[in-house]
């Protein structure tokens, strides 16, 4: 079965710092990964899809790395905003399946 | 990308009734998929929904505790039956397929008393 884990639980950073989210599974037979943010209140954002094939993606300020076969996954962001602030949950979608496995997410809270 | 709108957005139940929770796509989509996220956890798939066919529960979901509906190819319903505490979750419904990235709508704010 898979798991999924995130550390830290959660960060607190002042403004203007870069930092690095990170995630883990356990099983390496992965179709893609992806990456969330999740505001209080608030449903899903996807932020970034990386595929089994790929190694990075980027958008904007945030890129996403992948190491498939060390079962990991990195998601930096570059100088941190307020806005920022949030739960970032990664998930991992199996070869098997069709559904997301998930992290319990970094909470983030980026200071003025 | 997809547009998912869920009704309600929240709730709050008397123990022993039942909700049912709204989920409609803007586009066609084959699957739907619906989750709970109960307090300081992680999201858990509860069942995936086709349309045409009977929803597949995870393991240690039921179906007579969350009936499913997929009349049709953007349109979905979730019902949590006999509602206890423990269902105090929020409910997400999501869609997405193959190397496409999977949305999800706000969710439903679920709390019984």
């Known amino acids: 079965k898979q798991e999924v884990t995130q550390i830290p639980a959660a960060l607190s950073v002042p403004e203007g710092e870069n930092l690095v989210l990170n995630c883990s599974f356990t099983d390496s037979a992965i179709y893609n990964l992806q990456w969330f943010r999740q505001d209080p209140g608030k449903g899903l954002t996807s932020l970034l899809l990386?595929?089994?094939?790929?190694r990075e993606q980027t958008s904007g300020r945030l890129n996403a790395s992948l190491d498939k076969s060390s079962g990991r996954s990195t998601l930096y962001i570059a100088a941190s905003q307020p806005g920022d602030s949030a739960t970032y949950l990664c998930a991992v979608k199996q070869n098997s399946g069709y559904a997301l496995n998930f992290g319990k997410g970094t909470s983030l809270l980026v200071t003025p | 990308s997809a547009v998912i709108s869920q009704k309600p957005s929240r709730d709050i139940c008397q123990r022993g009734t039942s909700l049912t929770i709204q989920c409609q796509v803007d586009s066609q989509v084959t699957m739907m998929f619906w989750y709970r996220q109960q307090p300081g956890q992680s999201l858990t798939l509860i069942a995936t929904?086709?349309?045409?066919?009977?929803?597949?529960?995870e393991s240690g979901f039921v179906i007579d505790k969350f009936p499913i509906s997929r009349p049709n190819l953007t349109f979905s319903t979730l019902t949590v039956s006999n509602m206890s505490p423990e269902d105090s979750s929020i409910y997400l419904c999501?869609?997405?397929?193959?190397?496409?990235?999977?949305?999800f709508g706000d969710g439903t704010r679920l709390s019984i008393l």
């Open positions: 929904a086709n349309q045409g066919s009977e929803a597949t529960y």
């Open positions: 990386i595929q089994s094939s790929q």
């Open positions: 999501s869609v997405g397929q193959g190397r496409q990235p999977q949305h």
